[in-house]
């Protein structure tokens, strides 16, 4: 029979353009927040972190964005490349910190054409 | 550090078999999580540790599904007796603190025919 999964959402960018993964998280009181990347048949792989008194931190082509106000986090990869190709992940911290559980987003595809 | 380290990486059972995953998390964290992944569910969280004792096991799916943590360095997840619908990839992942993120071990491929 035909399989039913989550159809997880899907963006499709130019080798050499900017990417913006976008995600909602759930908890207002969410104190930390994290993007992981996952290719196929690996774990997730951490990306960049952010706290949630800060709106913006940058690494290495990377940039995540925070917006408190309406709950949204991005992620803004430049020039990107075909290894860039994964399920991207949010991830959320949500308070007493002291839990140590992250609850996890359902991910979006990042294809990259060549 | 070699990260963490899970094994077996693939695993091909028959249904009502005993089935038992591994981990080894990285040295000093504290905290140690264990994940099934599906393309029907996603990621979910199964049970967690700090400093070796189960703080949550909510996630686990039911009385077959067990792990424990008999010392720092080493957990293991058992499912007795294992069903098709257990066939997933589980993670392992550990952190030092809250204040870290993961990081994941590579998975085990579970297969239960």
């Known amino acids: 029979g035909e399989s039913v999964g989550l159809h997880l959402p899907t963006l499709s960018v130019q080798e050499g353009d900017n990417s913006i993964i976008n995600c909602a998280y759930s908890n207002s009181a969410s104190d930390y927040f994290i993007w992981y990347k996952q290719e196929s048949g690996k774990g997730p792989q951490f990306i960049i972190d952010i706290r949630s008194n800060m709106d913006k931190r940058q690494g290495q082509r990377v940039t995540v964005l925070l917006n408190k106000t309406v709950k949204h986090l991005s992620l803004q990869i430049a020039a990107t490349q075909p290894g860039d190709s994964a399920v991207y992940f949010c991830?959320?911290?949500?308070?007493?910190?002291?839990?140590?559980?992250?609850?996890f987003g359902q991910g979006t595809t990042l294809q990259v054409k060549p | 550090d070699a990260g963490v380290i899970q094994s077996p990486r693939h695993e091909v059972t028959e249904m009502g078999q005993e089935v038992t995953l591994r981990c080894k998390p990285i040295s000093g964290h504290d905290y140690l999580f264990w994940y099934r992944q599906t393309m029907m569910r996603g990621l979910e969280l199964l049970i967690y540790f700090n400093n070796n004792v189960p703080i949550d096991d909510s996630g686990m799916p039911e009385d077959r599904f067990s792990a424990k943590m008999p010392n720092a360095s080493f957990s293991t997840l058992k499912i007795q007796p294992s069903e098709p619908r257990d066939s997933a990839v589980y993670f392992c992942?550990?952190?030092?603190?809250?204040?870290?993120?993961?990081?994941f071990g590579s998975g085990t491929r579970l297969t239960v025919v």
């Open positions: 991830a959320e911290n949500i308070p007493p910190s002291n839990t140590g559980k992250l609850i």
């Open positions: 992942a550990s952190r030092p603190t809250p204040a870290h993120g993961y990081t």
